[in-house]
């Protein structure tokens, strides 16, 4: 549109908005912003420039176009053969045959489309970030694979099998439908005490929020500093202790160490008052006391991972004197100070969206353990949901055993206190890394006041706690630090790293000057497990003599209460 007529007709625009009886009542001065606006937007648009508008309808039309092709090839005897595609849900050879790959192409130019213009939106970054992400959740949640009638491989085998599969997936829905929650491996392979955490030891202590688990030695000399594992209490400590071949707790025991480790209860609407302040005191520092007691030993080398390394930070900047003699050092397995970047999980986080679950919070008194499962699955939607819904529905076949996700299916609550502190105090307006600007236990945090030795682990595949982010932890705290990154996910990278056959790899020894890349592009690999390297650290951090195994578990004052892996574990709230 030429120039002068793009004047004439906003001329005309702004003289009815005077005059006609539409606009009366309105605000003429937001009429007038707007108009200009408009206008401004239309003249890029028609001139070519770089407009979002121009850009959305440029792209729709391409879309259109495509789409139409693809619909006429379908439709001509003898056409090319479409070219397959390069999406895993569509590597069947029943997508190339008859109507499917009409129906995956259409598919796929649609969510392209889609997420083009969702991508494209200009947006402020965090709502842009969030249209973006919903766009790929809805967009994936309508591909034909996910339904019977447009997913080939399904009536295939609903037709090979004389459609029981579809009656076995009828019942399996419904049996996931009583339990409330999607099954993603065969749960009656695995028993919690039984093939699960199994590693020998007593319950040593027990109050309302925790039970501490003693583990027996493995060997006749055991390091006289003992090992304390703070699990995070969004879920059960056993990822620790999942069988022979994984368990972290079982390669302690077996290099001759003394092991210790809480196990968080499940609290119930009844514990949902329960907050940071109880998680510390409570939890974190009634374990410190017991172990050191039990152990005669004042220098407790103390671990945390996940959102229990992030507890142990905040207890030990918080720590008193009498109970800071008592620890050795601190390790931090993918463990935030600053939350400046938290991962793919920063899309749940806004105001909004605090607002609309505290809502639940007030009902339920708790975080449901499930909430905080389903918002992690919906990060790799296709992977942990669609995936399962296909083949335990749609095919009626029941999930291998798989230990890790039956551990994963395995939640725990988060009382309703402790969780609104964390998300809002922490992961929203990022106050753990600045001194004093977060009160626990009456004492301002600060986290300077860590000046034992510091051990942190970050793993390159971790989507919840990125590893740049870890490494920033290491200037928040005053003692010496040694920084790790390892291959792997925030499970398979850390608690599951066993040295056995081990295919993974680990940097050390980084230039600490610069940011996180400089550091990695100065560190050293080494293939492995980073397990071995951290015992030795431990050591030269915290030198400790070899004595005796104890001939019994507890003492005089924290009595044997139950064995491993207690009653806490098992309960369900």
């Given amino acids: 549109m030429r120039k002068d007529h793009l004047d004439a007709v906003e001329t005309m625009f702004r003289q009815a908005m005077e005059t006609h009886p539409v606009f009366s009542g309105l605000d003429m001065d937001q009429l007038q912003t707007l108009s200009k606006d408009f206008f401004r937007s239309f003249e890029a648009f028609s001139s070519g420039e770089d407009h979002p508008l121009a850009a959305w309808t440029s792209s729709w039309l391409k879309y259109q176009n495509d789409l139409a092709q693809v619909w006429m090839s379908s439709l001509v005897p003898g056409s090319d053969p479409v070219a397959a595609s390069k999406d895993r849900r569509f590597q069947s050879e029943g997508w190339n045959e008859g109507v499917f790959p009409l129906l995956r192409q259409s ?15 200009g947006l402020p970054e965090h709502e842009q970030n969030k249209l973006s992400f919903y ?11 996910n339904f ?21 997936g009828f019942q399996n829905l419904l049996s996931d439908l009583e339990k409330g929650y999607i099954t993603t491996t065969d749960e009656d392979a695995f028993e919690v005490g039984k093939n699960l955490a199994t590693t020998p030891g007593q319950v040593v202590f027990r109050n309302d929020l925790i039970e501490l688990i003693q583990y027996e030695p493995m060997t006749a000399k055991v390091r006289g500093n003992p090992i304390l594992i703070v699990p995070p209490c969004v879920n059960k400590f056993y990822i620790f202790d999942l069988n022979e071949k994984k368990s972290m707790i079982r390669h302690m025991l077996e290099q001759g160490q003394s092991v210790f480790t809480i196990s968080w209860r499940n609290p119930g609407p009844d514990q949902g008052d329960n907050g940071w302040d109880e998680y510390i005191r409570d939890g974190v520092f009634e374990a410190l006391k017991a172990t050191s007691a039990i152990s005669k030993s004042e220098n407790v080398d103390m671990l945390g991972w996940c959102n229990g390394g992030t507890m142990l930070i905040a207890a030990l900047a918080v720590i008193p004197e009498d109970l800071k003699a008592l620890v050795g ?23 909004q969206q605090n607002a609309a679950y505290n809502l639940r919070l007030q009902s339920e008194k708790v975080a449901p353990g499930r909430d905080i499962a389903n918002a992690m699955a919906m990060l790799h939607v296709n992977d942990s949901i669609w995936n399962f819904v296909i083949s335990n529905y749609l095919m009626g076949k029941t999930p291998a055993p798989f230990d890790v996700l039956y551990w994963n299916s395995d939640t725990s609550n988060l009382p309703a206190k402790w969780y609104s502190y964390y998300i809002e105090e922490m992961y929203m307006a990022n106050r753990l890394k600045e001194p004093g600007a977060l009160t626990l236990l009456e004492t301002p945090v600060d986290t300077q006041n860590i000046d034992v030795p510091c051990y942190f682990v970050a793993a390159d595949g971790d989507h919840i706690v990125p590893w740049r982010g870890s490494y920033t932890a290491t200037s928040l705290v005053s003692g010496p630090t040694e ?15 066993h040295p056995t056959r081990n295919r993974k790899r680990f940097w050390t020894a980084g230039e600490t000057t610069g940011d996180a890349d400089a550091w990695q592009a100065s560190a050293a690999v080494s293939d492995g497990s980073w397990w071995p390297h951290w ?9 400790a003599q070899q004595i005796t195994k104890p001939r019994s578990l507890g003492n005089k004052s924290y009595k044997a209460l139950a064995a491993a892996p207690g009653t806490y574990v098992v309960e369900n709230a």
């Fill in 329 to 351: 050092s601190a390790t931090f397995l993918s463990s935030m100070i600053d939350f400046s970047d938290p991962g793919q999980v920063k899309v749940f986080m806004d105001d």
């Fill in 135 to 145: 766009a790929r959740v809805a967009a994936d949640n309508m591909a034909p694979s």
């Fill in 107 to 121: 598919y796929e130019l649609t969510v392209k489309a889609m997420t083009d213009a969702a991508d494209n939106a």
């Fill in 535 to 543: 015992l030795e650290w431990l050591q030269k951090s915290n030198p």
């Fill in 483 to 497: 920084f790790v990154l390892t291959t792997g996910g925030h499970v398979s990278g850390t608690v599951i790293n």
């Fill in 148 to 168: 019977a009638v447009t997913n080939p491989d399904v009536l295939k085998l609903a037709k090979e099998t004389g459609g029981q599969s579809l009656i076995d």
